[in-house]
């Protein structure tokens, strides 16, 4: 048995660029990146970063192309391809790629979507106007309590 599967969480290093196969077909891609934190044998804390080049076609290749923009938070679902080229100067090229089958939009932070006309204003279509310093936190934080949880306060 064989497995070809990529699941990456990352953020897009760069704006989404969308074109078109000569058969019609839309192809969307962008390049993501993922961070690693470990700590070394000295106890220092140590972080990587990792590039991946993302390639999306078909219906999702439109809908990723008009709502991610750089810095969004994204998971991609898919698998690796390399495909090569012949270069100008007859040099060998090589491309390692994660062909997407499933793109989910992480956490939008400014509450509105990327239309495609450059604003990022921080406020919201839906949310009436409000200003940043109005909204909600975001979603991806959690605030803990300071004090100690205590067994006996627990129902169950």
């Not at 077909?25 to 220092?44: E, I, P, Y």
């Not at 007859?90 to 790629?97: A, M």
């Not at 239309?115 to 919201?124: E, H, K, V, Y």
């Amino acid at each position: 048995m064989y497995l070809n599967k990529v699941l990456l969480i990352g953020n897009l290093t760069r704006e989404p660029e969308m074109r078109s196969l000569p058969s019609g077909a839309k192809v969307t891609s962008f390049s993501l990146a993922t961070n690693r934190v470990w700590k070394d044998q000295n106890g220092q804390r140590q972080e990587s970063t990792d590039y991946h080049n993302i390639v999306v076609f078909g219906r999702q290749a439109e809908t990723s192309a008009q709502y991610l923009a750089k810095g969004a938070m994204t998971m991609i679902e898919g698998r690796l391809t390399t495909r090569s080229w012949d270069d100008k100067d007859g040099t060998k090229k090589y491309r390692t790629e994660v062909v997407a089958d499933r793109v989910q939009f992480g956490p939008r932070s400014g509450g509105a979507p990327n239309t495609g006309t450059g604003s990022t204003s921080g406020q919201s279509s839906a949310g009436g106007g409000q200003s940043e310093s109005e909204m909600p936190p975001a979603m991806d934080t959690i605030e803990y309590p300071d004090d100690e949880a205590n067994p006996d306060d627990i129902p169950f």
